[in-house]
């Protein structure tokens, strides 16, 4: 069991886990109130109700805490402080939100749940109200207390009678019956009446008890249709009154534990119709019993000697009992918890007797009966294969047979051949046929588990819509909705459900677990391709129905196209409303004895049917709105009963003209004696005037007369009034202005002894205040010698301060002077140093820009080199002819190339090199290419090679010198532009050799 304390909060949940109640006791919550003062204490609940609901219900408590418990959703709301404890609370007004609480003042006021405002307060009574009814409208209310009853209007809060009664006898209770206009007023001397709620005629009174079992009422119940009514009170017996034949039926004694009943509540059932059979009893030892009227069976009970219970609720529906205990708490239980063990299904009633088995069988022999009915021998290896034949055609008509045999000992096709020959099943046996057909389970749990989930939103406003006359109707058919749409969640947006469940709901209104399973199995076996293109029309049926029609009557479906008539309204109308609406109820009948005996393709085909018997009228209409009426209304499926129908009511026409001409004269003739009786009432009605105008005269001249002598009388006693209290305050004046003069003696002699008190306090008050000048002046001259002296040291030690912080000063200034000098010197170097970088920056600069050159003049050299090669190969493939000078020649050729290759690559080397030094330290690398020798030295490199190549072979020395006088002419040249380069290097270098110096000085 799970219990909760509301303690300060104003808001929370109920449970924290999902509520398990045990069968034993059936409790899904205890509710606490405790205070978390310094001493904690529990606030005592003292009333509860439900709303209409069933799933909300309000408690209060001694201190007008009045909290609302919403089951469904697990919430609690503290919505009104009233701060005086409540009597009696009422929920189920017509405004949903607004509920009735009787306070301890004996008022009435009613609070609003969402604005938590006061919306009315209602003052009447002159005692404590214990009793709140309302009417089931929620527009009237009757508020009772122990001396009067009262009725009041809810929606203008104003009250419109009061129950007068007589001194010596007081009220017990005053309530509406349930579902109609009747009040019902006990009293404590046993005496019932029933009352017309708008008339307040009396209609009844019940008689009074036997004496044999008289016991004085004190609490009464009624069934939900108001057709019985329970009494108890101090005694273990029950009185049941049948209130439709307005006498006791029955005595019921209750166990020899139970010596006083306090309260009675019949427990609702969603399947009784409201003639409810449970009745719960609780008796003086805190146990509420509960009890089947008819069969006078204890079924369960709740509370116990431990924890008794004082007052109890059940909620509308039946699934919720809210109690309060001796301890203040609050108990809320589940009815199915505690009847699970009563509301097992019935066992069915139809019973089938098996033979006992001979012997017991083996899968062999077994297979041998079914095969065939010969003497069993051995199977030879031929006939192998036929006898598996027989067995496989056999055991296909033995499923066939198990498909066709139904629940209950019927056989689908005996019941088909029954159909084809009278057109349709018994009336009698018609549900239990088509409960067979449809094979349901009668699940009471799984639908007991959808009813407790309440009313689907999607049909919360279902009257609105769907307006049904019968209440009762209108319940069922919002119950069977809402289980459907609890069951799948596309029902709750399917608008055409109401129409496909409506005469299942009317023709199983008092079954409503029969009605939700063959609407659900309907919609699983007969509708389940309906939703296939959801939300719109079914298209895959209605292409099905129109290719049906197409091949048995193309003229009609040719007129519809021609019309622009579609099978969403010659086809559809009919299946969403499954023909309620063009059948009667015998003709509907029938026609679903063969939908549920068939194929589900037989609704389609009953759809073609429809229209090809209706084909004349269908081809008469030429207007949309024609064919539109004639599908939906009823159509001329029975059209060889028209004339017949037409004749029989013009027949039945003209009696009832020949009847009603004959009433009307006998009216006339007793119209004509009434007015002549009128007449002479009228005359003798106005000579009674004339009379009572005379004695009215008389007795107004008698009025006047005596209402005269009452004006003297009444003035001359008071004019004597007048003249009394004059000399009264004469008297008055007298008094007063003596007790004056005495008062001003008084005074005066006081103000004398006061003034001679205040001269001798002065005397005294003077030589008080000199000795105190005198100690104060000593005092004041002490102070200022220690003032002076406090001075003198302060201004000692302020001069010495003075002294410290100017040698501390001057420190501090030389510091800083110091500081500012050596600051000013680092300024000067980091310019320097900024200066000098900058400079060399500029010089690597020009030198990179030489590099570039150098490196330019270099590449210029080696293609001239390459021309005067290639010029000086031409020249010597002219005048060499021997291959021997060829062979040399490409040799030396080859020699001077890779020369030539290797003195680029040696200065392409030595520049990357010096490139990188220059990254670590520039000044390093000038000082180191002044040590180098000249570039020329590499330069020349070429030259001192060709001429030792020269020196190798005498026979081309010719051509060598040649060569080496051009090779010369190129590279004196080269020498003399490296020369002037590698001056104006040094004289750069020198320049920033002195740039430091200059900075330095």
Known sequence: MQSTDLGNKESGKIWHRKPTPATRDGIIV????????????????????????????????????????????????????TAQACTALAFNLRRKSEFLVALADYSIKCFDTVTKELVSWMRGHESSVFSISVH???????????????????????????????????????????????????????????W?????????????????????YKVFAVTRDGRILAAGGKSSHLHLWCLEAKQLFRIIQMPTKVRAIRHLEFLPDSFDAGSNQVLGVLSQDGIMRFINIQTCK????????????????ISPHGRYIASIMENGSLNIYSVQALTQEINKPPPPLVKVIEDLPKSKLSS??????????????????????????????????????????????LNKKRLQILLKGYGEYPTKYRMFIWRSLLQLPENHTAFSSLIDKGI???????????????RKLLRVLQRTLSSLAHWSAIFSDTPYLPLLAFPFVKLFQNNQLICFEVV?????????????????????????????????????????MDHNITSQLYAWPLLETVFSEVLTREEWLKLFDNVFSNHPSFLLMTVVAYNTCSRAPLLNCNLKDDFEIFIITSGTVFLRQTVEDMQAEVDQQRVEDEAWYQKQELLRKAEETRREMLLQEEEKIIQQRQRLAAVKRELKRKEMHLQDAARRRFLKHQQDQREMELRRLDDEIERKVYMRDQEIATTAKDLEMRQLELESQKRLYEKQYSRNQEAVAKEVREDADAYRRKVNLEEHMFHKLIETDQSQSLKTQKLIEESLAKA????????????????????????????????????????????????????EAKKWEEAEGKKFHLRSEKRASALSDASRKLFLEQELSDALEHDENPLKEEALRFQREPVTTSCLTGTSQLSDISKTDSSSQISLNRRRLEWDTTGQDLIEKVRNLRQRLTAQARNRCQTPHLLAT
């Open 136 to 194: 089931a409208s929620g527009r009237y209310a009757i508020t009772t207390s122990s001396d009067t009853a009262q009725l009041w209007d809810l929606d203008t809060f104003q009250r419109k009678r009061k129950l007068n009664i007589r001194q010596s006898v007081d009220i017990q209770k005053v309530f509406f019956l349930p579902l109609s206009n009747t009040i019902l007023s006990c009293f404590k001397d046993n005496s019932i009446f029933a």
């Open 30 to 81: 205890n509710i606490i109130h405790s205070t978390s003062d310094s001493l904690p204490k529990i606030l005592r609940f003292l009333n509860v109700a439900f709303d209409s609901s069933g799933d909300r219900l309000m408690a209060g408590d001694h201190q007008g805490n009045i909290y609302v418990f919403e089951l469904y959703g697990n919430r609690f709301n503290l919505v009104q402080r």
């Open 520 to 560: 659900a199995t309907l919609i699983i076996n007969w509708c389940q391709h309906w939703f296939e293109y959801f939300p719109n029309p079914p298209i895959n049926i209605l292409t099905m129905i129109e290719n049906v029609l197409a091949f048995h009557d193309k003229q009609l479906l040719q007129h519809f």
């Open 364 to 409: 062999s022999d077994l297979k041998m009966k079914v095969t065939s009915g010969r003497v069993q021998r051995p199977a030879k290896s031929r006939e192998s294969k036929i006898q598996t034949r027989i067995l496989k055609q056999d055991l296909n008509d033995n499923f066939e047979n198990k498909e066709n045999e139904l629940s209950d000992g």
């Open 196 to 216: 017309e709620c708008d008339t307040l005629f009396c209609k009844y009174q019940l008689p009074a008890p036997p004496e044999s079992s008289s016991i004085l």
């Open 298 to 313: 204890l079924l369960f009970e709740i509370g116990s000697l431990d924890e008794g219970i004082i007052s109890s609720v």
């Open 456 to 470: 689907h939103v999607a049909f919360l406003n279902l009257q609105e819509k769907y307006p049904i006359k019968s």
């Open 824 to 875: 000013e010197q680092a300024c000067i170097d980091a310019d320097w140093q900024i200066q000098a970088l900058h400079k060399q920056r500029c010089d690597d600069l020009q030198r990179n820009e030489c590099y570039q050159e150098v490196a330019k003049l270099l590449r210029e050299n080696r293609r001239k080199e390459i021309e005067v090669l290639n010029a000086m190969m031409r020249e």
